[in-house]
């Protein structure tokens, strides 16, 4: 591809222009040029670098999908100190959804032509193997067709220890029951540190990678997140990318990149400031640019707002997750944007950030491209 002569101005005034021929020439970035990216101090040279890439991988569309959420249970003794979605056993305001009540969500949310169900939880000791099974089941008797995205790898972690089988088969009798693929979340910060300080009782890095190991290799697909702007640093960010690419280059499983934009509010940690938007903007381009064996970068507008989503567009972000009905996650933890946007919404927020709309399923297969 030829090097567009204003941008190498640009970048060797900065002296970035090795970085930028890298991915001119589609070459692989190192953890030294992350962390070069992450001090630019020009941060719309860097989303040009991003956009560079993005285009290469999807073009001019933009995806979204049409999605319920889910959260059937709050009831967690993980302890991790960025949560304000959690009750511990017995406190005040913990809740289970039932299957039929599971099931009647899903039903009631039918007529929005809703194609998939994101559902996760916290982790309470109180269920059985049994209620996981129930619980995609009453999904899909609800609605067969229907892709369920279900339980982060924390989630699997705790079903295979309850569920007397082997790992692999507690992935097939889960698959069996309903389980299409698996969401990103309970990745935090890939790092002992972060780990020990701020989730200690959960999974750490080396488990959370096992087990997406393991769902990839179990024949399902997932995603992955990371959940910044609190204590990590950004050799820390850049050290966790380079952990999932080793892992894709090795899966292939990974659908999307998630970066979660940490809420503090109601939390342990509601003494530190919100990521900025500068700072959205900067960890979203920089992992489309070391992600290169990633195709998609998912701009959660739920956390970022649908502004900022927007605007990531021309970041290196291809995907703004989707209608999101009925997240309860992060607006616990303080987020104001709404309980689910429509697709006329999101089509607009796509078209007005110059890229065609284009409705996928979870596995980013196209459904329909708005023209
Ligand atoms: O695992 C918890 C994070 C995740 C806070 O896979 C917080 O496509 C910000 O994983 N501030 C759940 N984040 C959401 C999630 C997700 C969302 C969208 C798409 C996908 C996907 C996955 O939210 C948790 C945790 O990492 N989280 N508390 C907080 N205060």
Redesign the pocket.
């Known amino acids: 591809m030829e090097f567009p002569k204003w941008l190498f101005q640009r970048a060797e005034a900065l002296d970035m222009h090795d970085i930028a021929e890298k991915v001119i020439e589609s070459e692989r970035l190192s953890a030294e040029d992350g962390q070069r990216l992450f001090e630019c101090p020009d941060l719309p040279l860097v989303g040009l670098l991003a956009d560079i890439v993005r285009r290469r991988k999807v073009g001019e569309k933009a995806f979204f999908n049409r999605n319920l959420r889910i959260d059937y249970t709050n009831i967690c003794n993980k302890k991790?100190l960025?949560?304000?979605?959690d009750r511990l056993p017995g406190e005040p305001g913990g809740y289970v959804l039932d299957p039929q009540q599971i099931h009647d969500r899903v039903v009631e949310h039918l007529p929005f032509g809703i194609t998939e169900v994101?559902m996760?939880g916290g982790i309470n000791p109180r269920l059985p193997f049994s209620y996981y099974l129930d619980a995609l089941r009453a999904i899909k008797s609800a609605a067969p067709d229907i892709h369920v995205?279900a339980f982060?790898a924390?989630e699997i972690a705790q079903i295979i220890k309850i569920s007397k089988l082997t790992p692999e088969d507690t992935l097939f009798t889960l698959r069996e029951a309903g389980l299409d693929s698996?969401?990103?979340?309970?990745?935090?910060v890939l790092s002992d540190r972060v780990h020990d300080e701020l989730y200690p009782i959960k999974i750490g890095p080396q488990q959370w990678l096992e087990i997406q190991r393991l769902i990839h290799r179990c024949g399902l697909r997932?995603?992955?997140?990371m959940?910044y702007g609190h204590i990590e640093t950004r050799a820390e960010r850049v050290e966790h990318m380079i952990q999932l690419r080793a892992l894709q280059d090795e899966t292939g499983g990974f659908?999307?990149f998630?970066p979660?934009?940490?809420?503090?509010?109601?939390?342990e940690m509601s003494h530190l400031p919100p990521p900025s938007g500068v700072e959205d903007l900067r960890t979203i381009a920089i992992s489309r640019l070391m992600l290169d064996n990633f195709d998609h970068i998912?701009a959660?507008w739920?956390?970022l707002t649908p502004k900022v989503a927007q605007v990531s567009l021309s970041f290196g972000a291809d995907d703004l997750?989707g209608t999101?009905i009925h997240?309860t996650?992060?607006h616990?933890?303080?987020?104001k944007t709404p309980l689910g946007l429509t697709v006329e919404e999101l089509v607009h927020l796509i078209r007005e950030a110059g890229k065609i709309p284009a409705e996928r399923d979870s596995l980013y297969r196209i459904r329909r491209v708005w023209n």
């Open positions: 991790c960025f949560c304000a979605f994101h996760v995205k982060t924390v698996c969401p990103g979340g309970g990745a935090e997932s995603t992955a997140t959940l659908l999307a998630v979660l934009a940490f809420h503090p509010e109601n939390t998912k959660y739920v956390m997750d999101v997240e996650i992060v616990e933890a303080g987020a």
